[in-house]
């Protein structure tokens, strides 16, 4: 019989990859490599990834508080973009209508998701465990801040990360 997934069938849980980058950090203490170290800036990167594509499901895909059938729930998380995500989040015109704890996690998500590139494709980067712990506390702070922002601008911003705009 095969095992269920402790993320659940609705995607992988902000406070799970927060803990597994923790994990990382502390492993990594001991090693003289950075594999960790990197390995917990990518994780701390994908925590508010998850995060965000979340809030998305969980304010796009239901009808009067019910979730709607697995599938579509299933597809609204995945439609997240990390390159549209992050123009929406660069975009300062776009972030001017929210309040600042969805203007700071916007730039936090920026910033974390270059951190993560670098970490994961550049072999010249070296990551300090002091800069990574920071940046894996920095990210917990911001999805905890992020999560309790007001449901009206939580669903308007998961609603303009997820859709193209349009030219004309």
Avoid: W
Avoid at 11 to 28: Q, S, T
Avoid at 29 to 43: G, K, V, W, Y
Avoid at 50 to 74: I, M
Avoid at 105 to 125: E, I, K, N
């Amino acid at each position: 019989m095969p095992k269920t997934p402790r993320s659940g069938p609705d995607g992988l849980r902000a406070a799970h990859l927060v803990a597994a980058a923790r994990a990382l950090l502390d492993a990594g203490r001991s090693r003289t490599d950075d594999a960790h170290l990197r390995r917990a800036e990518s994780t701390a990167y994908y925590a508010m990834f998850h995060c965000l594509a979340r809030v998305c499901a969980d304010r796009l895909a239901t009808s009067g508080g019910a979730p709607l059938r697995f599938r579509t729930r299933q597809n609204v998380y995945r439609a997240l973009l990390h390159n549209r995500a992050r123009q929406r989040c660069r975009d300062e015109r776009l972030l001017a209508a929210y309040p600042a704890v969805i203007r700071e996690f916007a730039r936090g998500f920026v910033r974390l998701q270059t951190r993560r590139q670098s970490a994961d494709y550049d072999p010249t980067v070296v990551v300090e465990n002091s800069d990574a712990r920071r940046h894996v506390e920095h990210a917990a702070r911001l999805i905890r801040a992020f999560e309790n922002a007001p449901e009206a601008d939580l669903r308007d911003f998961a609603l303009r990360v997820l859709l193209a705009e349009r030219e004309d």
